[in-house]
């Protein structure tokens, strides 16, 4: 059975960084980063292709985000950098099959893991 575990969330303050990791086990999938504040709707942040050759962000985190993975470990990773206090929110990994493409549609994603929780202080 495919499993997504996150790690790496906490506290930290406006303009800090923190690294999410995610690691998955069974097969390898496309790979998307979504959040949820409370009182809002999920939302995606950013999504890498299984082979890393393409990478995709919402407008909201583009230039402070990066995705990235290590197939070898099975394992991706969300570097957040200049953290604003409107980042707070859970972030989850989502699996999506390889064959199925990329999709930044929280519904087209099969795999979740259980969340961690990201908080920026002002």
């Known amino acids: 059975q495919v499993q997504l575990v996150e790690s790496g969330g906490g506290l930290v303050q406006a303009g800090g960084s923190l690294r999410l990791s995610c690691a998955a086990s069974?097969?390898?999938?496309?790979t998307g980063w979504f959040r949820q504040a409370p009182g809002k709707e999920r939302e995606f942040v950013a999504g890498i292709t299984w082979n890393s050759r393409n990478t995709y962000y919402s407008d909201l985190v583009k230039g402070r985000f990066a995705i990235s993975r290590d197939n070898a470990k099975n394992t991706m990773f969300l570097q957040m950098n200049s953290l604003k206090p409107e980042d707070t929110a859970v972030y989850s990994c989502?699996?999506?099959?390889?064959?199925?493409?990329?999709?930044?549609?929280?519904?087209?994603?099969?795999?979740w893991g259980q969340g961690t929780q990201v908080t920026v202080s002002s």
């Open positions: 989502a699996g999506r099959l390889v064959v199925l493409g990329y999709s930044s549609k929280s519904e087209d994603y099969g795999v």
């Open positions: 069974g097969r390898t999938y496309n």
